[in-house]
């Protein structure tokens, strides 16, 4: 928008500069030769020009802005950031992402420090290496980058930056940075656990427990009555319920 306002004054001070030196010394001559219908004539002239000179600045413009949207249509916006797990919040993700409606050509990553994900793994191993050869639009990436739980105090104090470069399809090149700073999650904490981990673990105590019916290591226990017993408890549990039902008569009376 700024671009457009600075290009329509430019467009302005050229309309004016040639009203002032051209429609008006017309005017000035013309009014010695006002009784000439030439002079009317040489006025509508002049002013049909500086009409054709504003319709072509703003067809101009409009053009310039078509070409700028076409180019904004087809522009990749890859960015880096990272997120907790659902599953427990000291588990950290590390997300490539393309936000933008262009399709991203051979994305390539660079760190400005290593960063020590795991014992004896760094990042520096996975990234420093990595070509993505294509990243579609909205097209996303992700894999566990670290634990908080180990060495956290290092890795909060530490922040460090992904230098992220990629070409679009007119093979312009890009190129931006993503600072990672582990500490923006410090003294955050994670209530209960999500549905679905909870799910998924509930899934695998019944399969752990099929399995063990199934291969014969655990036996089903099974508790049978006979009909005599059955009614027997059944008289048994009317026998205490109306023993409840007239002790709180009696407690009602008084």
């Not at 802005?65 to 522009?75: D, I, P």
């Not at 036996?219 to 059944?234: A, G, H, N, S």
Request: aromatic share 12%.
């Amino acid at each position: 928008m700024g671009v457009f306002l600075d290009r329509f004054i430019r467009l302005s001070l050229v309309a004016i500069l040639f009203a002032v030196l051209v429609i008006g010394p017309s005017l000035y001559f013309s009014a010695a030769l006002v009784k000439n219908k030439d002079a009317l004539t040489l006025i509508f002239t002049e002013c049909v020009a500086f009409a054709t000179i504003i319709y072509a600045g703003l067809t101009w413009q409009l053009v310039d802005e078509t070409r700028a949207m076409r180019k904004l249509q087809s522009t990749p916006n890859v960015s880096v950031y990272i997120e907790p797990r659902e599953e427990w919040i000291n588990f950290i993700d590390l997300k490539i992402m393309n936000f933008g409606p262009g399709a991203a050509y051979d994305v390539t990553f660079s760190l400005d420090k290593d960063l020590e994900v795991s014992k004896g793994k760094f990042l520096s191993q996975i990234l420093s290496n990595k070509k993505i050869p294509y990243m579609g639009p909205n097209q996303k990436l992700q894999f566990f980058l670290t634990s908080l739980a180990e060495d956290f105090e290092t890795k909060f104090k530490n922040p460090f930056v992904i230098t992220v470069k990629y070409t679009g399809k007119d093979r312009e090149e890009y190129k931006e940075s993503f600072t990672i700073d582990f500490s923006q999650f410090y003294g955050f904490s994670q209530l209960g656990e999500p549905p679905l981990y909870q799910i998924s673990k509930n899934i695998e105590i019944i399969q752990r427990a099929l399995s063990g019916l199934s291969d014969g290591s655990r036996r089903p226990e099974v508790v049978t009555y006979t009909k005599k017993e059955l009614e027997r408890e059944r008289r048994e549990r009317h026998k205490k319920s109306e023993s409840i039902h007239d002790k709180q008569e009696k407690l009602n009376r008084i």
